[in-house]
């Protein structure tokens, strides 16, 4: 508006272009005109400023609905992936306080089922936490130098029961001299995320590979199998929180429905990109990036590589 205002003034009293002066005007129509256009200025200033005003408002309005929808989606999904495991787990446990009779091997195998629906309650909890962490505190996370080829090369040592149960490879190909400045408890989730999506998902027999190069904005990693891969149409909708291609085939197998979520939380956190594709002829590839290190200052942390 004070722009209009002052372009109105500024074209009335140099109307002519040779004139080098401010000089009174002659004629009264000179002045009608300049407070005319000072008055539509204004009026449109205002008009303006009430529209923009109103968008304003709308946008803030939708986005708050979409954000109450989302957390009403999100409290529903959570409720029913705890719904299922703790109905499990009183189920086994009532048959087992009300058959004294029951037989020792059927007792330990109802023991184990609970066990096992107890552990998958515990990573779903986890994984929310780590969620809330990312939503929430993100700016409370602590920074620190890492060691990512040492980091996933703890990741690769503690997984090589279930690879080998799986009869899967593990083709780490990172170079030596990777770190970053990051989160280390986020950074581990995207590593081992990955690794355990793959374990659970991409079939036996199959080949995890990751790489990385050294870009002008940081790293870039490379994580593929060629195991089954997923449809075409699952991809755009894989990092969602609970969303699953299979849903019964996932919970047998353990999964929240949070892994890669989280991973694309973490990658962002780290200030990178990540995106999924289809290998072929089948297989899954995620490639993401993650920013490089400063260099360390003197009395400043140490890099760390192991878990908390």
């Known amino acids: 508006m004070v722009v209009f205002v002052l372009y109105a003034i500024i074209f009335i009293l140099f109307e002519d272009y040779d004139r080098r002066y401010i000089e009174p005007f002659e004629e009264a129509s000179d002045w009608h005109l300049l ?7 204004a009026g449109l200033g ?23 929808q989302m957390r009403r989606e999100l409290t529903q999904n959570i409720a029913h992936e705890l719904k299922t495991p703790v109905a499990s787990i009183l189920a086994y446990t009532d048959t087992i306080l009300d058959t004294p009779q029951m037989d020792e091997k059927t007792r330990q195998r109802f023991i184990e089922r ?16 780590v969620l809330n962490k990312l939503d929430y505190a993100a700016d409370m996370l602590q920074r620190e130098r890492i060691d990512v080829a040492e980091l996933v090369a703890d990741v690769v040592q503690e997984s090589e029961r279930a690879l080998e149960a799986k009869e899967m490879t593990f083709r780490n190909c990172l170079p030596q001299d990777i770190c970053i400045e990051g989160n280390w408890q986020m950074t581990y989730s995207i590593f081992r995320n990955l690794t355990d999506n793959a374990i659970n998902y991409a ?15 940081g790293w870039h ?8 891969g997923v449809a075409e ?18 919970r047998d197998l353990g999964g929240t429905g949070l892994g890669l979520s989280i991973v694309k939380n973490a990658v962002q956190f780290h200030g990178g ?36």
């Open 35 to 41: 407070l005319f256009s000072v008055v539509v200025m």
């Open 46 to 68: 205002w008009l303006l400023h009430g529209y923009s005003k109103r968008m304003d408002e709308r946008i803030t309005r939708e986005q708050q609905e979409k954000q109450n």
């Open 114 to 129: 609970t066990n096992a629906q107890a552990r998958r309650l515990t990573h779903l909890m986890q994984d929310i936490a």
């Open 203 to 217: 079939g036996k027999g199959s080949t995890i590979s990751l790489t990385a190069t050294r870009q002008e904005d």
């Open 221 to 228: 990693f490379c994580f593929e199998d060629n195991g089954v």
């Open 233 to 250: 149409e699952h991809l755009p909708r894989l990092f969602e929180r609970f969303y699953r291609t299979d849903k019964g085939r996932s």
């Open 273 to 308: 990109t990540i995106s999924v594709s289809l290998v072929a002829p089948h297989g899954l590839r995620f490639q993401f990036s993650l920013a490089p290190s400063r260099p360390p200052q003197r009395g400043g942390a140490p890099s760390r590589t192991g878990k908390k």
